[in-house]
């Protein structure tokens, strides 16, 4: 039964424990069954039910999904710290420095920095829009593909995309290529599609996983550190 046809089919009382479970599970990870029971001024049978409506078997079985839950967390942090800590060893050596050179050498050669990103990457790009002005560099940030800008041809393109393959990143390379814009790609890999339309792609390398909501889980912390990289050598 999935989470929130459980939710409809709890009473009142049923759910403000749901609630305090699934809002205290640092707390509720080792307490007693009657300790929680005393906590709530409910019974341990009340308590026991809900965890049932929950698919475990009772309080103790709960308890024992929420140690595995912070086990797995603690693993995935401990994974995603280790590959930043790989990024930062990969780009300390000069081959990330001319990529980083050549990149500023196109932003210098435009009069308009256009900065380009959906969702995280929408934010990043805005980010990386506010370092450029800091740096008395002329630049926007646009979250709308579909906006129409009449500088083109005076403009170079910094498009934020982990896959580098989503029909909104082509659609809009395409149009930037046919306007003779120059574009720099900063994206997880250089062999999707948008790097090989871009005229510059700057990679750092990290898995990249869907979560369970389908959204890209790779770290963006890389992202940050080459736009700085960049602002901070124009």
């Not at 009449?150 to 395409?174: H, P």
């Not at 869907?210 to 550190?225: E, G, H």
């Amino acid at each position: 039964m999935e989470v929130n046809e459980v939710i409809t089919n709890l009473n009142p009382l049923e759910y403000d424990i749901y609630f305090y479970l699934i809002q205290n599970k640092n707390m509720v990870i080792s307490m007693k069954l009657k300790d929680l029971a005393n906590q709530l001024h409910v019974s341990t049978a009340m308590i026991t039910r809900v965890c049932q409506k929950l698919g475990f078997e009772g309080f103790g079985e709960y308890k024992a999904y929420l140690k595995l839950e912070e086990h797995e967390q603690v693993n995935t942090n401990t994974f995603q710290l280790e590959h930043i800590f790989n990024f930062f060893y990969s780009v300390d050596n000069e081959m990330f420095y001319q990529e980083i050179q050549e990149a500023v050498a196109l932003i210098k050669e435009a009069r308009d920095v256009i900065f380009y990103g959906i969702g995280l990457s929408g934010i990043l790009a805005q980010y990386g829009h506010g370092l450029f002005n800091r740096k008395g560099i002329r630049s926007l940030y646009i979250e709308d593909f579909s906006m129409r800008l009449d500088f083109y041809e005076k403009a170079i393109a910094i498009i934020l995309s982990v896959s580098g393959n989503t029909t909104e990143v082509l659609g809009r390379i395409q149009n930037l290529k046919s306007y003779g814009t120059k574009v720099i790609l900063i994206s997880e890999n250089s062999h999707n599609k948008a790097a090989q339309m871009a005229d510059l792609c700057i990679n750092y390398h990290l898995p990249n996983v869907k979560d369970k909501y389908y959204a890209n889980s790779v770290t963006q912390v890389p992202v940050l550190y080459i736009l700085e990289c960049l602002a901070n050598s124009l």
